[in-house]
């Protein structure tokens, strides 16, 4: 994993690891590692894992398929969305 420290700013680029981190599952892997877990224990927690992800696959899908309504998007990204400049797609120099 990699980031960079634009400007000094060493800030900016730990929150920049932090979320990187744990979108890939590293703080939860360490936590469900710092105890020894049962076998039955395993076992349930993957089924659970496994039937969250079958939901929200399911859930994405009817979104695609029209189904369902898709949730409404988060107010920051419309915001910024809307601060970009409308371009055409063609370059002008």
């Known amino acids: 994993m990699q980031v960079l420290v634009r400007d000094n700013n060493i800030e ?7 979320k990187k981190l744990q979108r ?3 703080f939860r892997e360490m936590k469900r590692r710092r105890s020894f877990e049962k ?3 395993k076992r ?3 089924k659970s894992d496994a039937a969250r992800r079958a939901r929200k ?3 994405k899908q009817a979104i695609r398929d029209g189904l369902i309504a898709a949730p409404p998007r988060k107010a920051k990204f419309l915001a910024r969305n809307q601060a970009l400049p409308k371009t055409d797609g063609s370059r002008e120099s």
């Open 57 to 59: 696959l399911a859930r």
């Open 44 to 46: 349930i927690r993957e």
């Open 24 to 26: 890939e599952g590293v």
């Open 39 to 41: 076998p039955s224990e």
């Open 12 to 18: 900016q680029a730990l929150r920049v690891l932090k």
